[in-house]
């Protein structure tokens, strides 16, 4: 299928939730390769989110079955990551961009400079926590559909597909981020009774 006519039925499905959907060329991603991302302007009244799916250079196509069953995968992945942006913008609904002044924990400890420095203060804001919440919530019903949620959230950190959560310890690693995480943890119990996600298999 040609990667236009892919970006076409995916804007055709979440135009009504103010979504634009975009593809860029990456020439790092192999062929049959792709990378999801999203992103939420506040200050565009018409489709304010983002949604670009980047593609390999060395072909106009891009083939499905090479995904061999994981086709669900990646639309799990563009269904979270519009729902984290969509979370941002029902955040934003109710403020004054000119004056309000974004809420973060910073954690105890930190010595940590340029990118791992402007990671730690991304995912240090309120804001992201709550749609990080969102996002872990959903990825345990994904991934471990047979499982009570609530118990995989009380040993959180034994389940290993966990990609959003993993990115926390990851970032927060050396540092003492106790508050982060029960904020973070906090959200993710607030969002499971919430969220659907498709069957994995």
């Keep these: 299928m040609r990667k236009s006519t892919i970006i076409k039925q995916l804007q055709e499905a979440l135009r009504p939730f103010g979504v634009i959907v975009l593809w860029e060329r990456n020439h790092r991603l ?90 730690i203060e991304y995912l240090s804001l309120f804001d992201e926590i709550d749609c990080y ?21 009380k040993n959180i950190r034994k389940y290993r597909l966990l990609k959003s959560y993993r990115y926390y310890l990851k970032t927060f690693a050396g540092t003492r981020w106790q508050v982060i995480h029960d904020r973070l943890i906090k959200k993710i119990h607030g969002w499971l009774p919430y969220v659907t996600v498709m069957e994995k298999r």
């Design 30 to 119: 192999q062929a049959n390769h792709k990378w999801i991302k999203g992103f939420y302007y506040w200050n565009r009244r018409q489709q304010p989110v983002e949604l670009i799916i980047e593609f390999s250079t060395e072909s106009p196509y891009y083939d499905w079955n090479h995904e061999r069953g994981r086709t669900k995968k990646s639309l799990f992945y563009i269904s979270q990551t519009v729902q984290h942006e969509l979370i941002h913008k029902a955040q934003n609904q109710r403020r004054n961009p000119d004056t309000y002044t974004h809420d973060l924990y910073m954690p105890i400890n930190h010595r940590k400079t340029g990118a791992a420095k402007s990671q």
């Design 133 to 153: 919440g969102h996002d872990i919530a959903m990825e345990i019903c994904y991934h471990y559909p047979k499982h009570d949620p609530y118990e995989v959230l």
